[in-house]
């Protein structure tokens, strides 16, 4: 495997990284890119914040070996249990790794809920929709995602004056993964918006915010429950604008390639995975097995 640092690597617990892979690539296509899914071992949604930080601390290793100078976690659920204490903790202390670093997702979904950046970035703009006043947000996500409060806690740091409703989806992410179909997706939606709708006392959030990967997918159930008025935020957009920005600021990273290589890994049965990605990226990749 490469020493150097020739791919920015996306990571995911499956294949919901693969709706912000397929928009990463297509707003950067100077950059060479790797994926990896821990289909063996997914959805982290419904394990231990102690498991989830040793798998995805385990892919962090195995994509550096590959090549990768710049990791963007894919997967709220991990951004949420495990990102923090693996820029805090775990990759100051891999010499080897040194001068390579991991990104989320939460933070730039964060910086277009609230209208705010996280710091002075010259030129960071929002769309229209994302920058009238809000006062409420509403989101959607795994258990171990809602667990950790990572949202409401990184919004309040932004804004302490926006009410915060989170709904954990405890089957969604693996039904997805699983390949089922709107008719049993969509009572399921259905039950989550309710409870959300019971939190709030009937009353929708300003914006609500699909924090899973894989909902994007389903983003069309959603909306069949919503006001038309009430915004989705969905990542792949939100994480694509923020990456460019973060690369033209920090450019030492990894660098841009005339003839960029593009690389899917997977740490389950290839066989198994071929028709879900075909859903998640509309046709085939090239898997290969990452033990």
């Known amino acids: 495997m490469a020493e150097g640092r020739s791919f920015i690597g996306v990571f995911d617990s499956g294949f919901g990284g693969l709706t912000v892979h397929q928009t990463l690539t297509k707003a950067l296509p100077q950059y060479g890119f790797a994926y990896l899914g821990d289909h063996a ?15 995805t601390a385990r892919a962090m290793e195995q994509m550096f070996a590959l090549g990768c100078g710049l990791i963007v976690i894919a997967c709220n659920t991990a951004s949420a249990v495990a990102l923090r204490w693996l820029q805090q ?3 100051p202390e891999q010499d080897r790794w040194r001068g390579r670093n ?3 997702i939460i933070v730039p979904t964060i910086e277009a809920a609230t209208g705010l950046p996280w710091a002075d970035k010259p030129g960071l703009e929002f769309s229209a929709h994302l920058v009238a006043d809000v006062k409420s947000l509403g989101i959607f996500g795994t258990r171990a995602t809602v667990e950790s409060q990572t949202y409401p806690v990184e919004i309040h740091k932004r804004r302490a004056d926006i009410a915060v409703f989170q709904q954990s989806c405890p089957e969604l992410a693996g039904a997805i993964e699983a390949g089922a179909a709107d008719p049993d997706l969509r009572p399921l939606i259905r039950g989550y918006v309710d409870s959300l ?3 709030t006392d009937g009353l ?3 914006r609500l915010i699909l924090a899973c990967t894989h909902y994007p997918l389903v983003a069309h ?3 069949e429950f919503l006001p038309e008025s009430v915004p989705l935020i969905l990542q792949p957009d939100i994480v694509a604008a923020r990456l460019a920005d973060y690369l033209k600021r920090h450019p030492g990273y990894v660098e841009p390639d005339h003839d960029p290589v593009r690389r899917y890994f997977s740490t389950g049965a290839i066989e198994e995975t ?7 990226w509309g046709g085939d ?4 097995r990452l033990a």
Request: hydrophobic residues 50%; without cysteine.
């Open 41 to 55: 071992h997914a959805p982290y949604g419904e394990r231990s914040f102690a498991d989830i930080k040793d798998l």
């Open 89 to 91: 903790h775990w990759l």
């Open 102 to 104: 991991i990104l989320g």
């Open 197 to 199: 709708l019971r939190q």
């Open 204 to 206: 929708w959030p300003d």
């Open 221 to 223: 159930l959603f909306r």
């Open 274 to 280: 071929l028709p879900l990605v075909r859903t998640f």
């Open 285 to 288: 990749l090239p898997f290969a």
